[in-house]
């Protein structure tokens, strides 16, 4: 209604009569509209739209074809931030060997045992402890059991000092499931180590864009060191 805005519009970059960044730019420059976060999607993108399209005010920018789950994490890393200052940016400490390693699983369930002992036996090659969620090992469907145990695991890593990294097992799809039951405030208190890739990003830009931690785009669990 008039006296209530939609929180997010998305708009795409070629529409009848009007282009997306013209609209977006008018309902930035709409008083009544200016809080609604936009995003754009586009089929046609080049470089240096993204950062043309931030200074106009938009929230976030998708190329086109855009798979249900990447917009799904679109809309909630951009909505999970909405009314928040950005907080001060924090490094975590670098990864030294006899370090303890936090193995979660954020999305997709881990079908088969091997994938879990290779991620085991990467890791201790590289001289660090590695130490299992305990809900690693659940099911719920395809996911790695219940969305607030997945994040129970997370948030639990972060809050013990014996922990210097969290390092999801695998990506799919899930993750961003879990955000709305991080403790961002515990991960800001307690910076380590993130990284991951696929579907592990909404959970990576959720906690640098909450928490001001620095993330990693880097290998899962399973992945090649």
């Not at 009314?83 to 954020?106: T, W």
Request: with cysteine.
């Amino acid at each position: 209604g008039e006296d209530d805005p939609y929180r997010m519009v998305i708009l795409d970059m070629m529409m009848p009569e009007v282009d997306g960044e013209a609209l977006g730019a008018a309902i930035k420059g709409d008083p009544s509209l200016a809080d609604s976060e936009l995003t754009m999607m586009t089929s046609m993108g080049s470089r240096g739209d993204a950062g043309r399209l931030e200074t106009l005010g938009f929230a976030a920018y998708l190329t086109k074809p855009v798979k249900q789950s990447q917009l799904f994490d679109c809309l909630m890393v951009v909505l999970n931030r909405r009314g928040r200052r950005d907080p001060p940016v924090i490094k975590p400490r670098s990864l030294r060997p006899g370090d303890a390693v936090g193995l979660v699983a954020p999305a997709n369930a881990t079908f088969q045992s091997d994938e879990l002992q290779i991620a085991i036996e990467s890791l201790s090659s590289l001289g660090l402890k590695v130490v299992i969620g305990p809900h690693l090992r659940d099911r719920h469907g395809y996911l790695a059991g219940q969305d607030k145990d997945r994040a129970a695991d997370i948030n639990a890593f972060f809050a013990d000092p014996a922990i210097r990294a969290v390092l999801p097992i695998r990506g799919g799809w899930g993750s961003s499931r879990v955000l709305p039951y991080l403790d961002f405030d515990s991960i800001r208190r307690n910076p380590k180590v993130v990284l991951g890739y696929s579907d592990i990003s909404a959970l990576l830009r959720a906690i640098n864009a909450r928490a001001g931690l620095v993330t990693f785009p880097g290998t899962n669990g399973t992945g090649r060191w």
